[in-house]
């Protein structure tokens, strides 16, 4: 990618690009990469809206196909001058056997690194998540937390599992000679828990909400906080990353970086308030209504249930033991090494993020009426 940027049009390719985090990449992409010639949007299932993104200059080409094809993955990635590797299973609700999160989240990175090295790619920005570090099994706190921060990362669950697992290999394919004789340059960023336009578990909650007339019970202590970050400045920090991967390859290849912006510091329910809030939504209670040994038995009671019904329907809901114990753990971090390595400042603000958010919560919720 060394002639000029306005000179040579940049082949991209994002997996998962029709995902919550992978659409807002795409929209990103044209809007704030000069350099683009094609984009190429590759998922398992394709969105409608890709055809609205046809009649702009940028040759937008949609490619079905998964990530656990190793040849379908060779063919979309050949050609392409960067790899922004969204795709994956965000399960931790039980919907997907632990194998299938592995094939997809694990195998399917690999795939994508191989596709890489075979056929010449040399610069690849992963998905990672926070919960590649934590919280662990062990309840451990992580409190204003940054890459450098030692922490117990233990795991037991299959996606966090998955997602270390990934990171690793993306990360140590770093410096690999692809196709061509050159080094792949990798690097791998870190959300937290991401909200925005398309979040579909907030969608839940706020619809969770309606049902029970306008209520929402408080499950969480208010002083357990957990990181969140605005999708928009999360696709911003990956169009960031993948346009400085070449010239600073020698800094970012091989590195992580937390994805952060400023998204105010509070639990997970209160957070999500600041958006029900507006849409007309009550959180009840100053501390938790039920004590945490009650949740603990019917976060477990739906664990049994999911297990016992698996074999007629589908039972996830939002609390099983796994996510009442990440919710009961504080998770915050606090971190500038996207700034300083790579220049990566937020694109949109707090009020914008949640101005954009309620927006889309109300035009979400009136289309469940
Ligand atoms: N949502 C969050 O809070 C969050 C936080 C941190 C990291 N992440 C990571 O961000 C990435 C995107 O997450 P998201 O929240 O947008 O999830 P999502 O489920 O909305 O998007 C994932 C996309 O990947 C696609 N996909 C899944 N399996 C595939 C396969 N086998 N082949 C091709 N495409 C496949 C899906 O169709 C979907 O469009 C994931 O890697 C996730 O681990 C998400
Ligand atoms: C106990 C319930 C009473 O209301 C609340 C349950 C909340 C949980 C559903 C969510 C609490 C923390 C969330 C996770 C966190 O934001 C980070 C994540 C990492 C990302 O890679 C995938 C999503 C998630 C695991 C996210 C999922 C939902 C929570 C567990």
Not at 102 to 121: M, P
Not at 270 to 289: H, S, Y
């Amino acid at each position: 990618m060394a002639d000029s940027a306005q000179a040579q049009k940049l082949v991209y390719l994002v997996t998962g690009g029709c995902g919550f985090l992978g659409e807002h990449v795409v929209r990103m992409l044209l809007q704030r990469e000069p350099r683009l010639g094609e984009l190429r949007v590759f998922d398992r299932h394709l969105g409608p809206w890709l055809e609205e993104l046809k009649t702009g200059p940028v040759r937008v080409t949609a490619i079905q196909g998964d990530v656990t094809e190793a040849h379908e993955v060779a063919a979309a990635v050949a050609g392409a001058h960067v790899v922004i590797h969204t795709a994956g299973l965000v399960d931790v609700f039980g919907r997907a056997s632990p194998e299938t999160i592995h094939e997809v989240n694990v195998q399917g990175t690999r795939n994508v690194i191989e596709a890489c090295v075979q056929t010449g790619t040399r610069f690849l920005v992963y998905t990672s998540s926070m919960e590649v570090v934590g919280p662990n099994t062990k309840g451990h706190p992580f409190y204003r937390g940054n890459e450098d921060t030692l922490y117990e990362a233990v795991h037991r669950h299959p996606y966090p599992c998955s997602k270390a697992l990934a990171e690793r290999l993306v990360l140590e394919a770093n410096g690999r000679e692809v196709h061509g004789g050159l080094p792949l340059v990798t690097c791998a960023l870190r959300p937290t828990g991401i909200y925005g336009e398309g979040h579909q578990i907030m969608r839940d909650f706020y619809r969770q909400g309606l049902r029970l007339g306008g209520w929402l019970f408080r499950a969480i202590p208010a002083s357990v906080e957990h990181g969140r970050v605005y999708v928009g400045n999360v696709a911003w920090m990956h169009v960031l990353a993948a346009r400085e991967l070449e010239r600073r390859a020698a800094l970012m290849g091989g590195q992580v970086y937390f994805c952060y912006d400023g998204s105010p510091y509070k639990s997970y329910e209160d957070f999500n308030m600041e958006f029900l809030g507006p849409c007309g939504l009550q959180l009840v209670g100053a501390r938790p209504l039920l004590p945490y040994w009650l949740l603990v038995f019917l976060a477990a009671l739906n664990a049994l249930l999911q297990w016992l019904l698996r074999p007629l329907v589908l039972y996830a809901p939002l609390l099983n033991p796994y996510t009442l114990a990440v919710a009961n753990t504080t998770f915050t971090v606090s971190t500038n090494k996207a700034q300083r390595h790579f220049g990566y400042e937020p694109l949109f603000s707090w009020e914008d993020s949640r101005t954009r958010t309620i927006l889309w919560v109300q035009a979400a919720g009136s289309s469940a009426q």
